[in-house]
């Protein structure tokens, strides 16, 4: 790991979220990419056929990792390219740094890519004497705010029009003062004009990969606005970060994923532009990089193959889950503290930099399976979030006050009078508490919930009783 | 051991791969050289008049312009009445298409530049390698003929598309591609392109003209 994770302090973040009014706002938007996936799928009679191909393609992929690896570095070299491997952050930090030092490099643009996030590759520029400038309009915005990414894809959907107002103004100082920015048009406006002429100047561009193809060598980019063609086509030199698990067998296989990669991520049919790059400028080309190299990043991947959180490895990072999450709703992408959010980021980010660190992620969780629900390659989040916090309980890593709470628990649960007892006290107790309105703003012991939202109050007797009322009225 | 080979190792330690490995590389090389198809969407299929209506409605709901011409001869003066409509300049960049070379832009006003674009290019014209009724998406590959910067750098990309190179689906342009290029073999550059250039990340607002084209212009001809 090389970002520093505030993760270890999940809890502290979510209250701040939860008190942030702005973000709060900001934070509304959900709506539209859960609405505008379902109408994406309910029109494709196919969607749920391709949901399925798409998952045999990556466990198919994924069984045979080392030899589509294999062929795929053999297919980039014969294209004139350059493959580099990076065992983790720090190795691919320096490969990328050397490369662009050998390629001169003063400015670099990039595309918008979270494993570049995830190796920290923009202070690394920076602390190279390289200018690191990103291009996605979203990407751009944060960087300015020395900001994360919030969102997988939607980088800067916890700013507000008025903050990238305000980012701008201070970033842009040679526009009149007096310009007009309230309208987002204008905003997009003036990103276009800055971000041409950085296009324009640079030196090296780096892009990420959504897929790499072993039967030709080629990178898949997916963009809506270009800025990853115009990252990885003016510049001499073009640098690709990925991880192991982007690899597909073929053309057709990538296809098959592009077609459930869109419509989860942002209910498009297609992405405005799907590049498929191989290797550098061919002789009789007039524009392309003249070196095409590629970073193959593990990062702690390899290690979760054959286990039980492999099946994380099938994800295209269409963040779906998050959009459907009411974690994420509720608290955003930066409280999770590390480069992943939302039920993946969950599941993810303490396969990547530990359970001690990222333990608590996968407790943020109301199990209502939305997440497993909308993926588009299927990954049983809910059950690899289940897996996390039995890990973290074998370990001891959970808080006092749960594990103390569970044995409290488990001493009643294991003595069934005892338990019906106790249950039948509770129930009535609050449900007194509650007073007739069926909700309680406050519980004993119960703050951590009641302090932002109301607890149902039990209505009636317990469970356990009324199903002994009801299967004794059926016989 | 470098980077790589402890990569490799721990991969094949992890996947718990030892001794015989005949099985798993037959298979890896029978699906790299079949390259099975898997789900085809039913949506762009049919004849050419069929994949032609699919296309231009999907090109359209993409927020692309599309005009349908009789035959090359016409293309030159569509492309100008575009222009004139729009109030965009009279002047148009292009690659060494022979396809475009022989259409008469001399009977237009149009001033004609060549070559790769600087990125002070407003309008520019390519020749799509093919379309995909089932998206309405533009296939676009690099060289001299029409070289990418022209898809990305103008404000105003017009396309070319022959009715008869618009094909149902993605897996119908991998196989004209590796009929002009060999199994396996690519263009430098592929670009599938679906509408003009697009930003949502302001407030979630969608806009038009991001980092690439504004508009999306396709001239099909019969």
Known sequence: MSVIATTPKFKENVHAALIDARLQGALSFSRNFTNRRAAAAERLPEFEALRDSARAIKDHTLAHLDLYLDAYEQKVRESGGQIHYAEDAEEARRIIIDLCKSFGAKSVTKGKSMIAEEIGLNDALEAAGMEPVETDLGEYIIQLRHEAPSHIIAPAIHVTKKDVEEEFRKAHRDLPANRDLSQPEQLLAEARAILRAKFLAADVGITGANFLIAETGTSIIVTNEGNGDLTQILPKAHIVIASIEKIVPTLEDAAQLLRVLARSATGQDASVYTTLSTGPRRPDDPDGPSAYHVVILDNGRSNMLGGEFEDMLRCIRCGACMNHCPVYQAVGGHAYGWVYPGPMGAVLTPSLIGVAEGGQLPNASTFCGRCEQVCPVRIPLPKLMRHWREREFERRLSPAPLRYGLAFWAFFARRPALYRFATSIAARSLNLLGRGKGRLSWAPLAGGWTDYRDLAAPQGRTFQSQWRAKSGAVK | ?222
């Open chain 2, 1 to 222: 051991m470098n980077a790589r080979d402890a990569i490799f190792a721990n991969i094949r330690r992890s996947l718990g791969v030892k001794g015989d490995e005949a099985p798993r590389r037959f298979e890896v090389e029978a699906r790299l050289a079949k390259a099975p198809p898997g789900v085809v969407p039913n949506r762009g299929q049919g004849d050419v008049e069929a994949r032609l209506a699919t296309f231009k409605a999907e090109a359209e709901r993409a927020q692309a312009t599309v005009e349908v011409v009789e035959s090359l001869n016409d293309a030159p003066e569509a492309v100008a009445r575009f222009l004139r409509d729009n109030n965009c300049p009279a002047t148009l960049r292009m690659g060494a298409d022979a396809r475009l070379a022989a259409m008469a832009w001399g009977a237009t006003a149009l001033e004609i530049l060549h070559g790769a674009s600087d990125g002070h290019d407003l309008n520019a014209t390519a020749f799509a390698f093919a379309g995909i009724a089932e998206t309405g998406t533009l296939a676009l590959v690099s060289g001299p003929d029409n070289p990418t910067t022209l898809n990305f750098l103008p404000d105003n990309e017009i396309v070319i598309l022959k009715k008869d190179e618009i094909v149902a689906d993605y897996e119908s342009v991998f196989a004209k591609m590796r009929g002009a290029y060999g199994k396996g073999g690519t263009p430098r550059t592929l670009n599938f392109v679906t509408g003009p250039s697009r930003s949502a990340d302001i407030e979630q607002t969608l806009l038009l003209g991001a980092h690439g084209p504004r508009r999306l212009h396709i001239v099909i001809v019969g």
